[in-house]
């Protein structure tokens, strides 16, 4: 099982446990891991008769009491409502966590013999990254969206995991969009443990595509 399948596999295996021990019987309700709103949501103010938003701040309420958690770490640092949906969102910690476990359980890739593609050249800026220094994930939107498409896509196959693995590619030649020179390159300098684990994540994808 590749390290990405496996950690949606966990993601899923918790939230699941928690939505059953907060909500009940409204537990058997469809998670989903492609909403560009959150990392996660559910489409309880759909499905249930009470909106998202109160939904959001029952789990909230019972966040540090229930506790999802991923290798260790908290899983969620925060729940909101959006448009119909509960959206959890992915803590720092869990992302550090999850970076570690996919950069041990994987080797890191050779570069592609042809850079032809997206994918082909987000693999190569994956790996000119992974030289750099760094000791964590920067809790920075634009990281966190292309670890996480990468991650997510583990938790499907075939024509749907290699769409999300395009996305990662473009996601990672998109991180530093927006970006002032100083900023870009002080982020830049930050990201060895990024770049060794996007490399890993569009490889496997890759590999699993069919």
Not at 178 to 203: T, V, Y
């Amino acid at each position: 099982m590749a390290a990405n399948t496996e950690i949606t596999e966990l993601i899923r295996s918790e939230l699941c446990r928690f939505l059953q021990d907060v909500c009940a019987d409204k537990a058997g309700v469809k998670l989903d891991m492609d909403n560009p709103a959150a990392e996660v949501s559910a489409p309880l103010g759909f499905v249930t008769g009470y909106t998202a938003q109160f939904w959001a701040e029952r789990l909230t309420d019972q966040l540090s009491r229930h506790e999802p958690s991923v290798f260790g770490v908290p899983l969620i640092e925060g729940v909101t409502a959006v448009r119909g949906h509960v959206a959890f969102h992915i803590s720092i910690q869990a992302y550090n966590a999850m970076t570690h476990h996919i950069i041990e359980s994987c080797k890191l890739p050779d570069v592609p013999d042809k850079s032809c593609d997206d994918v082909s050249y987000a693999l190569v800026k994956s790996l000119m990254l992974a030289r750099k220094g760094g000791d964590g994930i920067p809790d920075t939107a634009s990281i966190k969206k292309a670890l996480w498409l990468g991650i997510s896509a583990g938790g499907f196959s075939g024509a749907k995991r290699a769409a999300l693995n395009r996305r990662c590619a473009a996601a990672v030649l998109g991180i530093f969009d927006g970006m002032k020179d100083g900023e870009r390159d002080a982020l830049a300098a930050r990201l060895g443990p990024f770049g060794q684990c996007a490399a890993r994540l569009i490889w496997v994808n890759s590999l699993q595509e069919v």
